[in-house]
Structures are given as structure tokens and as C-alpha cells.
């Protein structure tokens, strides 16, 4: 662990408090974005509907194209 002292004498310093509140901040946007997009694309990936189904979009197509 940080602060530590190892017996091989290998003592790493913490991090500053500034690279902790970015890492964390970083951390949560990725899992943010990571979760909007499993909410997004879930169902595709998993197989439970198909891709060119859409994102629910109901328009009034003409069905002779």
C-alpha cells in the first residue's frame, strides 16, 4: 500500500490531492458513459433486438418503398 514501507525499500508517495479529485473524476465519467451507452445499445449487443430496428423511432413510412 501507499505510505507504507516496504522491506524491499520501495516507498512510493502519494498522490497529490489535485490527481486524486481528477482521477475520480475521470473514473465517473467514464463508467457514466460507459452505463448511457449499455442503456443505448444494450439490447443490440445482447441480440434482443435488431440493429436496424432504430432507437424506437415510430415515423409514417409508406410501405411501398
Request: net charge positive; glycine share 14%.
Amino acid at each position: 500500500m501507499a505510505g507504507g514501507s516496504h522491506p524491499s525499500g520501495f516507498n512510493p508517495h502519494l498522490p497529490g490531492f489535485r490527481y486524486q479529485v481528477l482521477s475520480k473524476l475521470l473514473g465517473a465519467s467514464m463508467w457514466f458513459f460507459i452505463l448511457y451507452r449499455a442503456r443505448e445499445d444494450g439490447p443490440k449487443l445482447l441480440g434482443l433486438r435488431h440493429p436496424w430496428e432504430g432507437h424506437g423511432h415510430h415515423d409514417k413510412h409508406s410501405e411501398s418503398h
